[in-house]
């Protein structure tokens, strides 16, 4: 479950992340947040996109599935993990358990590692540049905490602003979402569905308040 921290604003490439000189990033401040907010609102907007994603932290995590968000809603799969959520409930699965925790969409305890996650997009300074045919936009945080993410990098095609991937900073390594696969718009509401038989023989337990 911990990969939507890297797709929302998830998670050993040593790749370096991209800086901006104090000019620089005051003079393309307005210009960078509205390229930030037409990347974002094309990801996680109202029509909704799709993509496959994979991360290798040597040593410590690996992974990879899909993810599908629509506003408030979202559905990943990975080999263990999936989760449906409608936006109004949250079906959370783990199959190796054979356990699927159901919770209020908003509720935090649904994920208490993601639930420290959490940013005011107030709390960003937002920057970019270009390399070759693609944005590199930077979105450094303020005030950021100890065991926090420090600073994100989301790597876009100039045509179509699709992104490819995403690099994040933590307080002591840095590491690389590869992004493939990407769709935005007409996105089915039944993709958010769940499939309640699929999962008949496992163990629900209902945390809704």
């Given at each position: 479950?911990?990969?939507?921290?890297?797709?929302?604003?998830?998670?050993?490439?040593?790749?370096?992340?991209?800086?901006?000189?104090?000019k620089?990033?005051?003079?393309?401040?307005?210009?960078?947040?509205?390229l930030?907010?037409?990347?974002?609102?094309?990801?996680?907007?109202?029509?909704?996109s799709?993509?496959?994603?994979?991360?290798?932290?040597?040593?410590?995590?690996?992974?990879?599935?899909?993810?599908?968000?629509?506003?408030?809603?979202?559905?990943?799969?990975?080999?263990?993990?999936?989760?449906?959520?409608?936006?109004?409930?949250?079906?959370?699965?783990?199959?190796?358990?054979?356990?699927?925790?159901v919770?209020?969409?908003?509720?935090d305890?649904?994920?208490?590692?993601?639930?420290?996650?959490k940013?005011?997009?107030?709390?960003?300074?937002?920057?970019?540049?270009?390399?070759?045919?693609?944005?590199?936009?930077?979105?450094?945080?303020?005030?950021?905490?100890?065991?926090?993410?420090?600073?994100?990098?989301?790597k876009?095609?100039?045509?179509?602003?699709?992104?490819?991937?995403?690099?994040?900073?933590?307080?002591?390594?840095?590491t690389?979402?590869?992004?493939?696969n990407f769709?935005?718009?007409?996105?089915?509401d039944?993709?958010?569905?769940?499939?309640?038989?699929?999962?008949?023989?496992?163990?629900?337990?209902?945390?809704?308040?």
């Amino acid at each position: 479950m911990k990969i939507r921290i890297a797709i929302l604003v998830y998670l050993m490439s040593m790749l370096p992340l991209s800086h901006l000189s104090a000019k620089e990033e005051k003079e393309s401040s307005k210009e960078a947040k509205e390229l930030f907010t037409k990347v974002y609102d094309m990801v996680f907007g109202e029509k909704g996109s799709c993509l496959s994603y994979s991360v290798n932290i040597i040593g410590i995590y690996k992974t990879a599935g899909d993810i599908a968000y629509k506003g408030k809603k979202i559905h990943y799969q990975e080999s263990r993990y999936s989760a449906w959520e409608d936006g109004v409930t949250a079906y959370m699965v783990d199959k190796k358990k054979k356990v699927v925790n159901v919770y209020d969409y908003d509720d935090d305890n649904k994920d208490e590692y993601l639930s420290k996650f959490k940013y005011d997009v107030n709390n960003f300074i937002i920057s970019y540049k270009t390399e070759g045919d693609y944005y590199l936009i930077t979105a450094k945080i303020k005030d950021a905490s100890y065991f926090g993410i420090r600073e994100a990098v989301a790597k876009v095609y100039k045509k179509n602003l699709h992104p490819v991937s995403l690099t994040i900073k933590l307080a002591f390594f840095k590491t690389t979402v590869k992004i493939s696969n990407f769709r935005s718009g007409n996105i089915p509401d039944n993709v958010f569905v769940f499939p309640k038989r699929q999962f008949s023989d496992y163990t629900l337990k209902d945390h809704r308040k």
